[in-house]
């Protein structure tokens, strides 16, 4: 998983901590943080004044305080007691809470990112989904934008429903409206691969009948020669190709230069001149 060091709170608190437990770096006004994702091939590097470290930690320990509280009134009187807007849902801090699927504030924050401002949130899903699906055509830029920012974020509360509700019937609890049901059934296989070919041996099949034969993938290939014949490899790889990558979204923090797409190029330019020229390449 790419991991960008801007505003990365991680690694804020690892500053702060640092900062915190020297004695030799009171002289220094700023400090960098750096992230390196090596599966990825990815560094990223941001730098912060003290100041602003400073200011950070003392954010942290205002929220580490008010965390406490809302853990002992949870661990005291019970979690459904918490007022909900305690509960700030989001990509990250949602990602790993085993709580995603049947959290109110959660659902709440989903419906509204369907829903938008004009619905009314006790409607019912199926309404709010069918009113939000009819509205996309007249959405603008800046508003896909800002529901397209939350669409992963949804897709993962989704699976997590998804999930739950096979827990729950996996467990024989009823979930209203569903069941389990016997899946369609796996590809055909040989029970015995050596009875098979030995009965298709004796109906006098011809080789490129039984059997069938396909060269090697180039990774394959890299796999049996790059290591053991270099020189060999380097011939292989000449005879590689890979198509190019089709248009892809992605963020503006993505390093990836954006595409130029200019529509106008797609069509064939008839006016007379571009006419004329053509002709006349045509006739020499």
């Known amino acids: 998983m790419q991991v960008d060091a ?63 509280v809302m853990f002992n009134i949870a661990e005291c009187e019970g979690v459904n007691t918490l007022p909900l807007e305690n509960f700030t849902p989001g990509e990250k801090q949602c990602r790993f809470c085993k709580a995603r699927a049947i959290c109110t504030r959660g659902k709440q924050f989903h419906m509204q990112t369907v829903a938008g401002e004009f619905d009314d949130l006790t409607a019912p899903i199926s309404e709010l989904v069918t009113s939000a699906i009819a509205r996309v055509p007249m959405l ?30 996996n467990a024989g609890h009823p979930v209203p409206g569903f069941k389990l049901v016997t899946g369609k059934q796996g590809n055909r296989a040989w029970r015995n691969e050596v009875e098979a070919e030995e009965l298709l041996k004796s109906f006098r099949l011809k080789q490129d009948q039984m059997y069938s034969q396909k060269v090697i993938s180039p990774t394959q290939a890299e796999k049996l020669l790059k290591k053991e014949s270099p020189r060999r490899w380097t011939k292989v790889e000449a005879l590689i190709i890979r198509s190019d990558g089709k248009p892809t979204i992605a963020p503006e923090s993505d390093p990836r230069p954006a595409l130029n797409v200019n529509p106008v190029n797609d069509f064939d330019d008839v006016s007379e001149d571009a006419l004329a020229d053509d002709l006349a390449d045509d006739l020499i």
């Open 6 to 68: 801007e505003q990365n709170e991680q690694l804020q608190l690892y500053a702060l901590a640092r900062w915190s437990s020297s004695t030799c770096c009171t002289t220094l006004t700023a400090c960098a943080c750096s992230s390196i994702s090596r599966s990825l091939n990815h560094v990223s590097e941001w730098a912060l004044s003290v100041a602003e470290l400073e200011a950070f930690g003392q954010r942290a320990q205002e929220a580490a305080a008010s965390v406490i």
């Open 140 to 169: 603008t830029n800046e508003q896909l934008a800002e529901i397209y920012g939350q669409a992963d974020f949804l897709q993962s509360w989704l699976k997590a429903i998804r999930d739950r509700v096979n827990s729950e019937l």
